[in-house]
């Protein structure tokens, strides 16, 4: 992996594309993505309606490979200790058939993967939730090769891992001044609220319902609407609000003005997200990206507000889907609201939940700090 | 034998509270480094508090922050150096760039990773034992099975918490200032940002029609409901787990005292390879100190809210 320091003659960076079918597979590649990323079935965050199984990955590592695209694996989950067999078994299995790198989180995951295919690129994934340069140095120091940076990072965190290591960079085609939660990487919310049923057309693995670790999907509980308040038993008027209603997290959005500075930093990999999106807005946002990072990198237009009326049109239809997409996860929550387990979860145990005794007191006021 | 460990953030906690059935104690609030004497992040406290809970014979561990960004790392690196000069027994660290800054600084101490460590595997916990890493802290969302596996294939120790709010998320900034209606933030003269604590008060998060209740502390959203496993102490003693810990962030003396009486005697009984006498006014003591009742997490398969009994 070349860092920023020896690109300058030969720097090309990647447009790195979303493939949630074999048919957005094929899609990207005609559409001039320089490479594609897809997940097997249970191994990559995401429904099974936007994994791919392992038939369809080799057909699109093929189609990818004879049109000059390089296919990356996501293999991003937090795998289970008992099934890392299985994990390398995949691993091996990608790699044989020319997958060409792999996007990964957990630590010991990324040794195995060095260590099984020296020559492999190996993507750092967001689910890492790093904060800081010094987790560039520790990845590096471990064998990875691409940092995939946090969604709210921008010019100045690039030159501080610039200068703190020469891991290569990978941004997604976002934006956010958000900070806040950290996600993905330092969430579990959604695991604690609910589990999700196993689908057959997954298969069998050995744990049970948490999004980090390929059951389906986060339900996005962040992005629906919670009460907050204060403790209704504090006597403090001026700190006791009124429950109001708000989200945890709100999204971020399509980036367009950054990516000068980006290419002038010699960043490597450019990511879009959309796995799971519509495959015609897929078509159009590489369609767009493409033209955009030709345009700069040729110098024939560097200049980012002659496409503001078109990225705006591209960014509403991106919101509109994604506010289609967490109803749906909400919708899908619902059934599992109540406190006690659903029936997925009891049948995998050996003893049923009892009621515990009332009343629940209320405690004293509890002051955190000093 | 066993230990038994819990938190404690500042000053006025160590004051407060009777730490006597704990065996190790956590010092500071990993979450945020602007609480009050957080020890986290005043080096000149950390002296004092070392000697006290030395003289009771306790290990004393000290918290790095958990989610440096790269402006925090001046500060951490300073924390560094003052707890190199003190007798503390082990640091714990949540991010992999501050094991990093550990290990460049040349210090030979013990490391534990925290639970925002994101440890799901043996497999990394053999990477981090690499990296000076001698214990480690489960990710919440592992099954018993599971990290009773990981015990056995790694030498390195396993910490395994048995009661309180289990940290769920954490953040960079504080939730409560950015979206509490009576917390608008204060700006001083020289135009910097100051707090003024508002998670001294409880905030909850609730979805009504879902029944979901989450408790935030700024910078960390907790489970509504308290992590329990008191009546399954002598079946975690028997897979060979020996390192306990009860997380009490933001919890009154009261519950942190009651809490580490309850677990010493299960665990002393069990030991002794006796069960408790009265399981259930044990339970119902930890219910009522409890605001939104029990779960067992995710030890048992089963979404985190979930309560399930011995069978």
């Known amino acids: 992996m070349q860092s920023s320091a020896t690109h300058a003659n030969n720097y090309r960076p990647y447009l790195l594309a979303p493939a949630g079918s074999l048919a957005m597979a094929q899609m990207v590649v005609d559409e001039g993505a320089d490479a594609l990323y897809m997940g ?15 038939e369809d990955i080799r057909e699109a590592i093929d189609y990818a490979q004879s049109r000059g695209c390089d296919a990356r694996i996501v293999l991003n989950t937090f795998p289970s200790p008992l099934e890392m067999d299985a994990f390398t078994d995949k691993v091996k299995l990608f790699g044989g058939w020319g997958a060409s790198g792999f996007i990964v989180t957990d630590v010991g995951a990324i040794r195995l993967i060095r260590e099984l295919l020296p020559e492999t690129q190996i993507h750092v994934s967001i689910g890492s939730g790093i904060t800081n340069a010094m987790d560039g140095d520790f990845y590096q120091q471990l064998g990875a090769d691409l940092l995939i940076l946090p969604y709210r990072w921008g010019e100045a965190e690039i030159d501080i891992v610039r200068e703190t290591s020469s ?11 958000q900070t806040g939660k950290i996600c993905p990487g330092k969430c579990i919310m959604s695991s604690y609220l609910k589990f999700r049923e196993w689908q057959q057309i997954e298969g069998d693995r050995d744990f049970h319902g948490s999004a980090n670790r390929g059951a389906k999907e986060c339900y996005r509980v ?11 038993r504090s006597d403090n008027a001026a700190v006791n609000d009124h429950p109001q209603q708000l989200k945890l997290r709100s999204d971020a959005q399509l980036m367009l003005d950054q990516l000068p500075a980006y290419i002038d930093r010699g960043v490597e990999y450019f990511k879009l997200s959309g796995r799971e999106r519509p495959i015609e807005m897929i078509r159009d946002l590489v369609r767009f990206y493409r033209r955009v990072f030709d345009a700069l990198l040729d110098g024939s237009q560097t200049d980012m ?3 503001h009326a078109e990225m705006e049109q591209l960014r509403q239809r991106w919101s509109k889907a994604k506010s289609r997409r967490v109803g749906t996860l909400m919708a899908r929550a619902k059934s599992y609201s109540g406190d006690e387990p659903a029936a997925s979860d009891t049948a995998v145990m050996s003893v049923q939940p009892r009621a515990l005794s009332e009343p629940i007191q209320p405690n004293d006021a509890v002051p955190a700090n000093a | 034998m066993f230990e038994l460990s819990t938190n404690c953030a500042n000053p006025k906690q160590l004051r407060q509270t009777d730490f006597s059935d704990f065996d190790a104690i956590y010092l500071g609030d990993f979450s945020c480094m602007e609480y009050p004497n957080n020890y986290c992040s005043h080096p000149e406290l950390l002296e004092a508090a070392v000697s006290e809970l030395k003289a009771q014979h306790k290990k004393v561990y000290l918290r790095l ?9 001046p500060q951490v690196r300073e924390m560094i150096e003052a707890a190199l000069k003190l007798p503390f027994d082990a640091f714990e660290v949540h991010n992999l760039g501050v094991l990093r800054i550990l290990q ?5 101490l013990p490391v534990h990773l925290g639970v925002f460590g994101n440890l799901y595997t043996d497999a990394s916990a053999r990477v981090l034992k690499d990296f000076g ?40 900034t504080c939730f409560i200032i950015e979206n509490s209606q009576s917390c608008a933030k204060k700006v001083d003269s020289n135009g910097n940002s100051v707090c003024s604590f508002p998670c001294s008060q409880d905030y909850w998060l609730n979805r009504s029609n879902g029944q979901w209740v989450l408790k935030d502390t700024g910078r960390m959203t907790l489970s509504g409901k308290d992590l329990c496993m008191i009546e399954h102490i002598p079946e975690l ?27 010493r005697q299960a665990l002393q009984q069990a030991e002794a390879g006796n069960r408790s006498d009265d399981p259930q006014a044990e339970m119902d003591v930890l219910n009522a100190l409890s605001k939104e009742g029990l779960c067992n997490g995710y030890y048992f398969e089963g979404a985190g809210q979930t309560y399930i009994a011995r069978g």
């Open chain 1, 40 to 54: 097997p079935l249970g191994w990559s965050r995401r429904p099974y309606e936007s994994e791919m199984t392992d």
């Open chain 2, 104 to 108: 460049q600084m040349g210090s030979t």
């Open chain 1, 305 to 307: 507000s002659v496409y």
């Open chain 1, 222 to 232: 962040c992005q629906t609407h919670w009460g907050f308040s204060s403790d209704n």
């Open chain 2, 133 to 172: 890493v001698t214990r480690v802290y489960p990710n919440p969302e592992l099954s018993l099975t599971e990290i009773h596996y990981i015990r056995e294939q790694t030498p390195i120790e396993v910490v395994l918490p048995v009661h309180g709010k289990i940290p769920l998320v954490i953040s960079e």
């Open chain 2, 237 to 263: 003693l028997q897979a060979g787990q020996s390192y306990f810990y009860i997380q009490s962030h933001g919890e009154t003396p009261e519950y942190v005292q009651t809490t580490g009486r309850l677990y």
């Open chain 1, 167 to 177: 891991i290569g960079l990978e941004v997604f085609l976002f934006e956010t001044v």
């Open chain 2, 65 to 73: 922050y958990a989610t440096p960004g790269n402006e925090d790392l």
